[in-house]
C-alpha cells in the first residue's frame, strides 16, 4: 500500500510583493539540455537546471539509457558525458515519466528508432492526455508504436527490428511546440529531410539549442505566423554549455501578483524572454500593467532580462488570438488578473487550454466562481467580468499552476484562499512556497497522508 501526500496551500488576503528575486531555472529548456546534451559527443555542463520533477523525471529517463549524469547539485549544476546519436541503451523498466507531458511527447521522438523496444509511461493525470498528436506524425515516418486504444499513454514503442524512419513534410494541426520538438528529434534519426510546418508560432528552444549543438536548421517564415522547420538526418550533435535563464512561466505568478496587489514593486531576475514565450508580458501590458525590462541580454542564444513589476490598476481586454501561443501556460495566472481588473476579459482561441495538467479553463472558472466572480468557460476559452474575489475553498484539481495562481489571488481577496490538490507545484516550482512568503504572500502549506489503496 502506498502513502499518498495530499497538500493542501491556504493563502491570507492582503499583502503586496516586493524585492529582487529569481525564480528557478526554465522547465522547457531544462528538459531540452539533458537530452541534447545525452546525445551529444564529449561533456556539457547545465547551470541553472530546473531541480523540478518534471525535468528530473527526463533527467532519470536519460540515465536509465546508460547516460552518465551527474547532479544536479544545490545550485542546479549538472554534467553530462554525451554517449552520441547512437550511444543510449535499453532501459530495464518502463520510463516513469510522472505528470511531465514534455518528456513524453518529446521522447516519443526521439527514441522512435533506437533499435531497442522501450514503454513511456506516466502518472493518471498524463495517463490520460492526448499523444495521437505526437504518435501519428511519427508512426507515419516509419516507427512502431503501440498507444492505449483511446491514443493515451502508456506507449509501447518497437524498435527491435532497427526501425529506419524516413523524413516526412508535417503540418501541424495545432499551434504546439511539443508535437513540433517530436518530430524534428525523430527527423534528426530520419533518412532525408524532415520538415514541420506550425501554424503559428510557439516556443522555439529545440530549434535554438540544435542549433547551439551544431545541428543545421533552415527556418523559413511562409507569412506572418507560418514558420517552416527543416533539417536533414543523420548528423550529429557537439556537446555545448547551457546556461538556463528563469523561467517565465514561473515568474508570470509574480509578474500577476505584484500588478494586482497595491504597493508591489518586485523585480524578477535573469527571466527567459525569448519572444516565443511574452505573451504573458504583452497580454498584461495591454491591460495597463506597469512591467519594464532591463539587463536585457542574450545568454546561450536565449535572450533573457530583468522583470520589474509594479501595482497598476488593470482593465479587461479581448486578448488577442496571436498571443495565446505565445502565453499558452500563462493563462491560469492571467484569469485572476483579468477577474481584478475593471471590465470585462475575453480568451478565445485558446480550446489546447482544455488538454493541459487540467482542463484549464474549467479549473479556472469553478475556482473563480467560488471566489465570487461572475465568470463563464467557453469551447475555446473564458469570459471574465472582473469584481472583487471574497474567501472559499478552491481544487487545483493536481495542476501546479492551477494551484500557485490562486495562491496569488489572495492578494488581492477579502479573505483566505485555501487550494487543495497542490503536491503537484513540486514538477515546475519547488521553492514557490519560500520564494512567495520571501516576497510578501502570506501563504503556508500543510499536508496529510492518506493511505491511497488504489496502488496498492
Ligand atoms: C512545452 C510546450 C507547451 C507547454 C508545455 C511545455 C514545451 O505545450 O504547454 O508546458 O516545452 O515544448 P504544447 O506544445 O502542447 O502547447
Do not use: W
Amino acid at each position: 500500500m502506498s502513502v499518498e501526500q495530499r497538500i493542501t496551500y491556504t493563502a491570507q488576503a492582503g499583502g503586496c510583493l516586493t524585492g529582487q528575486v529569481r525564480v528557478p531555472g526554465d522547465k522547457s529548456i531544462s528538459h531540452r539540455s539533458i537530452m541534447l546534451g545525452s546525445l551529444s559527443e564529449g561533456t556539457m555542463k547545465i547551470s541553472g537546471f530546473l531541480q523540478g520533477e518534471d525535468s528530473l523525471a527526463t533527467l532519470k529517463a536519460f540515465r536509465a539509457m546508460g547516460v552518465n549524469i551527474t547532479g544536479p547539485d544545490k545550485f542546479g549544476n549538472v554534467v553530462i558525458e554525451g554517449v552520441g546519436m547512437h550511444g543510449l541503451k535499453a532501459p530495464a523498466a518502463p520510463l516513469d515519466l510522472g505528470n511531465s507531458g514534455t518528456s513524453m511527447r518529446l521522447l516519443t521522438g526521439l527514441l522512435a528508432a533506437q533499435g531497442f523496444d522501450l514503454t513511456l509511461a506516466g502518472d493518471e493525470s498524463l495517463s490520460t492526455r492526448p499523444m495521437k498528436r505526437v504518435t501519428d506524425p511519427v508512426i507515419q515516418m516509419g516507427a512502431n508504436i503501440e498507444p492505449n486504444t483511446n491514443g493515451t499513454a502508456p506507449l509501447t514503442i518497437k524498435s527491435d527490428n532497427n526501425t529506419q524512419l524516413n523524413g516526412i513534410d508535417y503540418t501541424l494541426p495545432m499551434a504546439s511546440a511539443q508535437v513540433k520538438s517530436c518530430v524534428l528529434l525523430a527527423g534528426l534519426y530520419a533518412q532525408g529531410e524532415t520538415c514541420v510546418t506550425e501554424p503559428a508560432p510557439t516556443r522555439d528552444h529545440t530549434e535554438r539549442m540544435l542549433q547551439g549543438f551544431g545541428y543545421t536548421l533552415e527556418v523559413q517564415n511562409i507569412d506572418e505566423q507560418r514558420r517552416k522547420i527543416c533539417l536533414q538526418g543523420g548528423g550529429k550533435l557537439i556537446a555545448c554549455d547551457i546556461d538556463v535563464p528563469s523561467d517565465i512561466s514561473s515568474t508570470a505568478f509574480f509578474i500577476v501578483g505584484a500588478s494586482i496587489a497595491k504597493g508591489s514593486d518586485i523585480t524578477l531576475q535573469h527571466v527567459g524572454i525569448n519572444p516565443t514565450r511574452i505573451g504573458v508580458i504583452n497580454i498584461l501590458k495591454a491591460m495597463g500593467a506597469d512591467i519594464t525590462l532591463s539587463n536585457e541580454q542574450e545568454v546561450g542564444g536565449e535572450p533573457v532580462a530583468d522583470i520589474c513589476v509594479r501595482y497598476a490598476r488593470l482593465k479587461g481586454i479581448h486578448i488577442p488570438e496571436d498571443q495565446v501561443p505565445l502565453a499558452i501556460d500563462e493563462f491560469p495566472a492571467i484569469a485572476i488578473a483579468a477577474a481584478c481588473a475593471d471590465g470585462q476579459t475575453i480568451l478565445t482561441g485558446a480550446e489546447e487550454l482544455r488538454v493541459k495538467e487540467s482542463d484549464r479553463i474549467q479549473a479556472m472558472v469553478d475556482g473563480l466562481q467560488i471566489l465570487g466572480i461572475d465568470c463563464q468557460g467557453t469551447d475555446d476559452g473564458m469570459i471574465i467580468n472582473g469584481g472583487t474575489m471574497s474567501s472559499g475553498t478552491v481544487d487545483s484539481l493536481g495542476d501546479h499552476r492551477i494551484a500557485m495562481s490562486f495562491a496569488m489571488a489572495a492578494l488581492a481577496a477579502q479573505g483566505t484562499i485555501t487550494i487543495k490538490d497542490c503536491a503537484n507545484v513540486n514538477t515546475s516550482f519547488p521553492d514557490f512556497i519560500a520564494l512567495a512568503q520571501k516576497t510578501g504572500l502570506n501563504v503556508s502549506s500543510s499536508s496529510d497522508s492518506s493511505d491511497d489503496k488504489a496502488s496498492s
